[in-house]
Each structure stands twice: as C-alpha cells, then as structure tokens.
C-alpha cells in the first residue's frame, strides 16, 4: 500500500513524503531543517523515519533544506549528476548518483526516474510504485512530451502541476523575463496544460488527483481545480490541493 503526503508545495518550498511497506522516502526538500521537523511533526513523523531524500532539480524551492537534513540526519540522497554539479546542497553523507531514464528500489518502494523539459541542468520527476499501485509526481515542467503521457498513463495517484493560470501570469506582477521564463516550455505548467495531459492520460485507474505547485501570484486554487476537474468530467470537490503552508495530508492508495 502506498501512503503520500504533502509538507508544502510551491515557490517558497516543497517536500512530498512517499512510504510504501517500512520504507518512507522525502522527494525534495526546500525547506529549513528547523521548518522540515515542525511540518514532518504535523505528518507524524520523526526524522529517523526518512529513509531517503531524493531531489528533482536543484532550483532553490526544491533543494534548499537538502544539505542541512541530509547532514543532521544522516539521510542518504539520491541526484541527477546535472543537480549534483550545481552543489546546492554541500557536503552531503551519502550520495547516490542517478540516470534520468533509472529504475531502482530502496526497500519497499520502486522507483521510475523520467526527465522534463525545465530550466535546470538535469531535472528529472519519479513514479513510485509498490509492485502493485503507482504514484506518478509532475511539477517543474514547462511541457507535456510524449514520453511523459508514457510513463504517468494508468497511475493510482497523481500529483501534477498547476502553475499558473495564462491570463493571470501575463496581466500579473511578474517581470516580463520571468512571464517568459515561468510561460515558456522550460518553465510551469499552466493549468490550461495540466487540464489537457491530464485529459489526455489512461485515468481509469485513478483514484487520487491532487494539484500541486499552485503560484500565489498568478492563479487560484478555484481555477486550478476547475481545470482538472473538467479534464476529468469529476467534480471540483474530488480534486485535491497541495497547498503551501498546509501541505497535502497523508492519502493513501487502496490496493484494487
Ligand atoms: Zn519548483
Ligand atoms: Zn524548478
């Protein structure tokens, strides 16, 4: 059974606990050592029970606690060698180098590495599964490719990005390099875009849709969950937010 949670998503930090079996793992951290603690408290958790970090991409949001928990915890982390070579994150414990194309397990949980078109040196997202269900996480990606509908087809959860809503970011307080950077195809999905790959995935099999990566400034919780949900024909009430302060508390995906 694969169990997930949410300590914050967005701009100002994220990190998504996944555990299946005994095994838990963090992917990401871009929050303080000190925040990091506080917010895995909320989850019922103590440090101890991460048995792994595993990093997206090194842009600040994601990479900015990495170092610091790894150290004070002894986490071992998991990183592309294009992450790695940015050294956001320091002197880490233990490093374990990883292909964007990887399959590997750390105990319970399988993992399936895919790359993303997004502005950083070697980004990559994760599927997770447990031999019998399968978490797919998108964020930080600025366009759908086909080999991304591939991998995130049939999965029992998803977390995927909405950004930000087209109309907002351009009429919005953003400088124009970054409505261009944010817009681009290496930059966010908007919800526009997650509304249509979401529509166009095998979604037969999904139980948990949760939007993530929401922007403060340039869109709402209430468009970004009308976009999924059209894309789903579902209510707007089973779309689920993975918010910035609050996080995304524990769901679970029932074994079917
Ligand atoms: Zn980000
Ligand atoms: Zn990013």
Redesign the pocket.
């Known amino acids: 059974m694969i169990r997930f949670a949410s300590l914050g998503s967005g701009s100002r930090g994220n990190a998504t606990i996944v555990e299946a079996g005994s095994t838990r793992i963090m992917l990401d951290c871009g929050f303080s050592e000190t925040r990091f603690r506080q917010r895995l408290g909320l989850r019922e958790l103590e440090p101890s029970q991460i048995d792994a970090i595993l990093v997206t ?1 090194e ?1 600040s949001d ?1 990479i900015n606690g990495v170092g610091a928990v790894a150290r004070k915890h002894d986490i071992p982390v998991y990183m592309t060698r294009g992450t790695a070579a940015q050294e956001k994150h320091g002197k880490l414990p233990t490093l374990h180098f990883i292909d964007v194309h990887d399959r590997f397990s750390i105990g319970d949980l399988e993992i399936q590495a895919y790359p993303v078109p ?1 502005d ?1 040196r070697e980004p990559v997202q994760f599927v997770f599964g447990d031999g019998v269900s399968r978490l797919g996480i998108l964020t ?1 990606v600025g366009s759908a490719t086909q080999h991304i509908v591939d991998v995130l087809n049939g999965c029992n959860g998803l977390i995927l990005e909405c950004n930000h809503d087209v109309d907002m970011l351009a009429k919005g307080p953003y400088p124009s390099h970054l409505k261009q950077r944010v817009g681009g195809r290496f930059g966010h999905l908007s919800n526009r875009q997650a509304g249509d790959l979401l529509a166009s995935l095998d979604t037969s099999s999904l139980q948990h849709i949760i939007a993530a990566h929401i922007s403060e400034k340039n869109n709402t919780e209430a468009m970004a969950c009308s976009a999924l949900a059209e894309a789903l024909s579902c209510s707007e009430s089973d779309i689920v937010l993975a918010e910035q302060e609050q996080g995304l508390d524990w769901l679970t995906i029932s074994p079917t």
Request: glycine share 0%.
């Open positions: 991409h842009h994601h997004h950083a930080d």
